[in-house]
């Protein structure tokens, strides 16, 4: 499954931003897709999921700020970025996983996009 993620800018604090993940296939339909985010000199880390069924799970730190959902087409799936602060800023992945079950576990996907990236000025 190939993955084009985009949406990446720059934004001032308390900003919005939209990123896109499309999916190049319909496989990726029925499986559940993650954003990941890395952060210069950091480790990647788990920011959002959604299951094929639309259930969502974040992160503790992007909870009430970013809303991940899936368009109807079932190929796109979008995360709405809030009230950006500049710990956000970082490079962000989309990925597609093993299941069809939300997982912060990026040992569950096997498919990763090329990233985007999202810089927040304070």
């Known amino acids: 499954v190939q993955l084009q993620a985009s949406g990446g800018g720059l934004v001032q604090a308390g900003g919005s931003l939209r990123l896109s993940c499309a999916a190049m296939?319909?496989?990726?339909?029925?499986?559940?897709v993650g954003w990941f985010r890395q952060a210069p000199g950091k480790e990647r880390e788990f920011v959002a999921s959604?299951?094929?069924?639309?259930?969502?799970y974040y992160a503790d730190s992007v909870k009430g700020r970013f809303t991940i959902s899936r368009e109807s087409n079932m190929n796109t799936v979008n995360l709405q970025m809030n009230n950006l602060e500049p710990e956000d800023t970082a490079v962000y992945y989309c990925?597609?996983?093993?299941?069809?079950?939300?997982?912060?576990?990026?040992?569950?996907?096997?498919?990763w996009g090329q990233g985007t990236l999202v810089t927040v000025s304070s």
């Open positions: 296939r319909r496989t990726a339909s029925n499986n559940a």
């Open positions: 959604i299951g094929w069924k639309g259930s969502a």
């Open positions: 990925a597609v996983a093993r299941g069809s079950l939300a997982t912060s576990r990026d040992s569950q996907y096997n498919y």
